[in-house]
């Protein structure tokens, strides 16, 4: 678990977070997309399946709207390594993200859908 505190107000993006404090997870490309990839123990490789990302518990299957997510709303960041099934689709590892509580007009965590 990696707590931010409050400041961190130099890094803009998750991005900036995940390439400068958090170990154990990269980012690589996908058919020209931007991918969260989490370290496997037990094989010491990064995964190539697809990893759970979830914001607050919502799963988002692009990881490019994470990577861009303004880092100072994050709160913690949770990862688990191993298989896990969720809607029937088999991922390598969770990474799950919870934000500060901010509400904003267009929803909970200030994403625009």
């Known amino acids: 678990m990696i707590l931010f505190p409050l400041l961190l107000i ?3 993006s ?3 977070v995940f390439v400068e404090f958090v170990k ?3 980012i690589s490309q996908l058919e020209g997309k931007d991918v969260i990839r ?5 094989i ?3 995964s190539n399946m697809k990893t759970l990302v979830l914001l607050d518990g919502i799963p988002f299957d692009d990881h490019e709207t994470i990577l861009n997510y303004d ?3 994050i709160h913690y960041i949770h990862r688990y390594t191993g298989k896990y099934t969720f809607g029937g689709e088999l991922y390598d590892g969770i990474v799950s993200f919870g934000c ?3 509400y904003k007009e267009t929803n909970r965590t ?3 859908f």
């Open 110 to 112: 200030g994403l625009v």
């Open 44 to 46: 010491r490789r990064f």
């Open 10 to 12: 130099i890094w803009m």
């Open 71 to 73: 880092a100072r709303l």
């Open 100 to 102: 500060f509580c901010l």
């Open 24 to 26: 154990g997870i990269r």
């Open 38 to 42: 989490i370290l496997q123990p037990d």
């Open 14 to 16: 998750m991005r900036d």
